[in-house]
């Protein structure tokens, strides 16, 4: 069992950065593929990033070049770092983790969900 939460959002102009980080519970941090999602309003929740317990990373398309994944075993923790922020990236921001050696992208690959933490860009 995993328990995630996230933290890191807030209200930013557009042009800024944001680093979210998700603190994970339990003793197996490191054999489990972590991953970043976002829903806004109105829309599916949509895969940004994932990080396998390797290190091997994964992004969305759309998400190549601002968005950096990254984490840290000893502290049991996974980073997403925005740059340039839009106001398209308005959403509630979501870590995800399952048991596994590859990095994952839908939303049923991952057994394990945070709370979520907001994220609003401003024009």
């Known amino acids: 069992q995993v328990q995630l939460v996230e933290s890191g959002g807030g209200l930013v102009q557009a042009g800024g950065s944001l680093t979210l980080s998700c603190a994970a519970s339990g003793r197996t941090f490191s ?73 994952y992208y839908t939303v049923s690959q991952y057994h394990y969900w945070g709370q979520g933490t907001q994220v609003t860009v401003s024009s």
């Open 31 to 103: 054999l489990y593929s972590m991953g970043w999602f976002r829903q806004a309003p109105g829309k599916e929740r949509e895969f940004v990033a994932s990080i396998s317990f390797g290190g091997t990373t994964y992004y969305a398309d759309s998400m190549k070049g601002r968005f950096t994944i990254s984490r840290d075993n000893g502290k049991k923790t996974v980073y997403l770092q925005i740059n340039s922020l839009k106001p398209e990236d308005t959403a509630v921001y979501y870590c995800a983790a399952r048991q596994g050696a590859s990095t």
